[in-house]
């Protein structure tokens, strides 16, 4: 395809995502650099980086961070591992059966987060399931304190996103040639095997693009947040996007709140751009 033919067929897109992206990017690091707040709104302060100093020496900035990276490296990883086992165990169902089974394990999925998250907090209310089963066993309340609400928004987040991961890897066993597991069987090898030879490689491609989209949709987690925790300062289990929305709504610092959300794309693109340049990398392979 000729340079001209390409920039013709891209060129809407190309528009559409500087309008949507970069132009917001350019006047979020503008804003970012103004003393802003609802009373002077119209007429911002200018003031350099001072915001963008002011974000990386505050702990509580710092102390949100820490809880995101957390939430991040326990979530993807489970949600990846959880839903490929699901999804080899699902694979092995046909029929009216497997129909069932996926209606189900998707069902967390096709509930509006916020509803969702409001559900799965009252299991856990006084009068809740999960309350009176934990003060059986255990002949206690379940009680809120920071390492409980936290460990709760780490849960609800695998049990939330993980019916996507299964969705994509169930879809990728669908591609994967049975020859080659049939050969593998004729030469003995066990299931394990297979897996790990044949089935893995398989859907390595996926893998990737289910980090990707589960790195980037973990790092902006906002409504379990709210929900969970009620963003109450004592449970500490703020995220950056909730700290954001309390620096821009409950502070009004929305200079600040500007900058925060500038060095959180930083963030981003900081941790994506090697999966990225990875994930270009084997589509040139498989060409």
């Known amino acids: 395809m000729k340079r001209h033919t390409f920039f013709q067929f891209t060129a809407p897109s190309i528009i559409i995502m500087t309008l949507l992206m970069v132009i917001p990017l350019i006047m979020a690091i503008w804003l970012g650099m103004h003393f802003l707040t609802f ?22 900035f710092w102390q949100a961070f820490n809880f995101t990276v957390l939430y991040i490296a326990i979530v993807v990883p489970s949600l990846i591992v959880i839903g490929f ?6 694979d092995q169902v046909s029929g009216f059966a497997r129909g069932i089974y996926l209606s189900i394990f998707l069902l967390p999925f ?5 509803v969702g998250t409001i559900m799965f907090k009252q299991l856990f209310e006084a009068s809740g399931l999960i309350t009176w089963i934990y003060q059986t066993l255990f002949d206690t309340r379940f009680r809120y304190n920071e390492q409980s ?4 928004i780490i849960f609800f ?30 030469d003995g090898a066990s299931r394990l095997q297979k897996i790990r030879h044949i089935v893995i490689p398989h859907v390595r491609s996926l893998t990737l693009f289910i980090l990707l989209f589960s790195i980037m949709d973990a790092y902006r987690v906002f409504d379990s947040v709210f929900v969970l925790s009620e ?10 996007m909730t700290y954001t929305f309390q620096t821009a709504i ?12 500038v060095l959180t794309v930083v963030g981003i693109m900081i941790v994506l751009v090697p999966f990225l340049i990875q994930s270009y990398k084997e589509q040139i ?3």
């Open 231 to 240: 963003l109450n300062p004592i449970y500490k289990a703020n995220t950056i």
């Open 285 to 287: 392979a498989e060409r």
């Open 157 to 186: 987040g695998i049990w939330y996103v993980t019916p996507f991961t299964l969705v994509v890897y169930f879809a990728g066993l669908q591609t994967l040639s049975q020859d080659l597991l049939e050969a593998a069987s004729i």
């Open 110 to 114: 096709i509930i509006v987060p916020i």
């Open 39 to 60: 009373n002077n709104i119209t007429e911002p302060q200018f003031v350099g980086l001072r915001n963008y100093i002011d974000v990386l020496h505050d702990a509580r």
């Open 149 to 152: 609400v936290k460990a709760l």
């Open 250 to 261: 409950s502070v009004q610092r929305l200079g600040k709140a500007n900058a925060m959300a």
């Open 85 to 90: 086992v699901m999804a080899l165990f699902l």
